[in-house]
């Protein structure tokens, strides 16, 4: 069975700050590793996805993730965070030996305050 | 939102009415799928289907039956609806060219409330 986690409901940041949201998986076998990000009132949008090579994974909007696979996480982070990126996010992982099924994390609220 | 509608965008039932929920792509993509989005909880898949005809079960599939009969089209009835079915359900497509790695691209979403 696979699974992600998220272990902050909501993450406070002033715009231009860094902006860092954690992920972490457990997965048998590769895992493979997406975020996405929800602004109100409308469906989920792909960020960026981890499926082999490089640890860091850049992605739209200026965000970037790290995979680290002793720690077993996928953070999701953006240098200098703007209002803008205030939204859920979604990290997921896929369903091991499934046609593309994710499996989702609870999300995580980020606020980014001028 | 990619290509892909969804109707209605709400709506308001009563508990034990049928209802059904429409996703369309013009997208021509293999794969599609339907979420519900509760909080805490994230989205939880409900079915989803890898091909005309062909459907198969995701983790919270009780009370709710898909059909699809186009490549274009993936209905989401619920048979009998329950106060617990009250939730945003999404509509997500994919296109499977490279195996099953492909991200997935999400519909604009329907707010469902059963009475």
């Known amino acids: 069975a696979q699974s992600v986690a998220q272990p902050e409901d909501q993450v406070n940041v002033a715009e231009g700050n860094p902006l860092t949201v954690k992920c972490t998986y457990s997965?048998?076998?590769?895992?493979?590793l997406f975020w996405y990000v929800q602004y109100p009132n409308r469906g989920l949008q792909f960020l960026l996805k981890y499926i082999t090579g490089d640890n860091l994974v850049k992605g739209s909007y200026g965000f970037e993730a790290e995979f680290n696979k002793s720690q077993t996480s996928f953070h999701l982070k953006k240098p200098s965070a703007l209002v803008s990126d205030s939204a859920l996010y979604f990290c997921a992982v896929r369903v091991t030996d499934s046609w593309g099924k994710l499996q989702f994390g609870a999300g995580t609220q980020v606020v980014v305050t001028p | 939102d990619a290509g892909i509608t969804q109707s209605p965008r709400h709506k308001v039932t009563e508990t034990g009415t049928p209802v059904t929920l429409r996703c369309h792509q013009t997208?021509?993509?293999?794969?599609m799928y339907w979420y519900r989005q509760d909080p805490g909880h994230g989205l939880r898949l409900i079915h989803y289907?890898?091909?005309?005809?062909?459907?198969d079960k995701g983790e919270v599939s009780d009370g709710y039956s898909v059909s699809r009969s186009k490549t274009e089209d993936f209905l989401l009835t619920l048979e009998s609806a329950t106060s617990s079915q009250t939730s945003v359900y999404f509509c997500?497509?994919?296109?499977?060219?490279?195996?099953?790695?492909?991200?997935?691209?999400f519909g604009p979403g329907t707010r469902l409330t059963v009475l």
């Open positions: 997500a497509i994919s296109d499977g060219t490279s195996g099953s790695l492909n991200e997935q691209f």
């Open positions: 997208e021509n993509h293999r794969y």
């Open positions: 289907s890898y091909g005309v005809k062909d459907t």
């Open positions: 997965v048998s076998g590769n895992p493979y």
